[in-house]
């Protein structure tokens, strides 16, 4: 039986242990979680998890302020998401900080503070979803949701050597979450092991999740042909996604991965930027001197994109969508570093834009193509975490859980 008192006292103490207030926009009141905690059914399938959750998704009676306290208000219902969490016996501990309006794969684009990553706090804790991620790499909390639109519930992962799941598009509802690109958008899980995200994902999703399945013969993983094909990486990291591609122990097959890459250059460098203003676009141009100048600056470049270049993007993405599933062939899978790079909070400082722009080389197009995706912790390098992804064509959650947690040979 789950002792969820006893939990929560453990993440409090963590809590007051790690000296992390970044991490926060709401940390609630330590007697009024450990209430609700007492009133958890022990036998409920999370009771005994702590949870924390992203500050763009509503949690009743929290302010919800997707990084900005001027844009908040306070939430009077759950996010269905939040809610199922909670119906499933998790306690909330609060709302974490994150990039601005979920602008950012950084971690440093917020009036709350930049948040430090959790093995090396001179790095950046990636973004946009970078207090959840944290609060789960120092054992604050068991789960946490993010929410992933070009990469912000991978990258944070990779960074902070933890899991983090990007399911299916569709899968889990972003009701009740401050939309970044609307039609983009979705729900992430950040947990300590592949396993555990996949668990949570199935209190979480629509509709029933496979576990992962058993296969009669190897799974089938797509790689580069050459590491060549994934343009510069940081030192070392080349050399770790080979060992983490040769430690799967599977059938490998090496494919073409520009289709992958290109059809993410279209995320920020087309007409696609056009929804962020959409979402917040009218607020940004009231001027609030909270905003974040990185993160305004993008919104509001989006201003005057014009209607037929969203048109002639969305040909392309077509047919590079073709190309990518072509590419994928026969694999069930394909194996990607999560991030090229793990830039140092100066780095970020120095250059906002390009640092930022480069980090999602490989995470921009999922969302884009309609795929899932799985960020698995691999070790480290230099001393700092680094983690590669599995990708898989809509409705294969099951498999990519399969794959990461394959037993090793």
């Not at 790689?223 to 080349?238: F, K, Q, R, S």
């Not at 001027?287 to 201003?303: E, F, H, N, Q």
Request: aromatic share 6%.
């Amino acid at each position: 039986m789950a002792d969820v008192v006893g939990r929560v006292r453990e993440a409090f103490a963590r809590i007051d242990e790690v000296g992390r207030p970044e991490i926060w926009i709401v940390l609630r009141g330590r007697e009024e979680v450990e209430a609700e905690a007492a009133a958890v059914d022990p036998d409920l399938p999370l009771a005994g998890t702590v949870a924390v959750v992203k500050g763009n998704f509503d949690v009743a009676g929290l302010r919800t302020t997707a990084g900005c306290p001027s844009y908040g208000r306070v939430a009077t219902a759950d996010a269905p998401a939040v809610a199922r969490l909670r119906d499933a016996g998790a306690v909330i501990l609060g709302t974490t900080n994150m990039d601005q309006f979920a602008t950012g794969l950084v971690g440093t684009r917020s009036p709350y503070g930049v948040v430090r990553n959790a093995v090396d706090p001179a790095y950046v804790s990636g973004g946009s979803s970078s207090g959840s991620a944290v609060a789960v790499a120092l054992g604050i909390a068991d789960v946490a949701l993010g929410t992933d639109t070009a990469g912000s519930a991978r990258v944070p992962a990779a960074f902070n050597g933890i899991a983090g799941l990007k399911p299916t598009p569709g899968l889990i509802t972003t009701d009740g979450v401050v939309p970044a690109c609307r039609s983009l958008d979705c729900v992430g899980v950040f947990a300590r092991t592949p396993k555990e995200a996949h668990r949570v994902l199935g209190v979480l999703a629509d509709g029933p999740v496979a576990p992962p399945p058993r296969r009669p013969g190897p799974w089938r993983v797509a790689v580069p042909h050459t590491t060549a094909d994934l343009g510069e990486l940081a030192p070392g990291w080349a050399g770790a996604y080979e060992s983490a591609a040769r430690a799967l122990d599977m059938d490998l097959l090496p494919v073409d991965v520009s289709p992958f890459v290109d059809a993410g250059d279209l995320l920020y460098g087309g007409a696609f930027i056009a929804e962020r203003y959409t979402a917040v676009g009218a607020f940004i141009a009231g001027g609030s001197p909270d905003l974040d100048p990185t993160v305004a600056a993008i919104v509001a470049s989006a201003s005057d994109i014009p209607a037929y270049r969203l048109f002639g993007d969305r040909e392309r993405l077509a047919a590079l969508r073709d190309e990518a599933m072509s590419a994928l062939g026969e694999a069930d899978a394909l194996l990607l570093p999560t991030a090229p790079f793990h830039p140092t909070i100066a780095e970020v400082a120095a250059d906002p834009v390009g640092v930022n722009a480069r980090l999602g080389r490989f995470t921009n197009s999922t969302n884009l193509l309609g795929m899932a995706s799985l960020a698995v912790p691999y070790g480290q390098v230099d001393g700092r975490p680094f983690g590669v992804m599995l990708l898989g064509r809509a409705g294969t959650d099951d498999h990519l859980a399969a794959i990461a947690t394959a037993p090793a040979p």
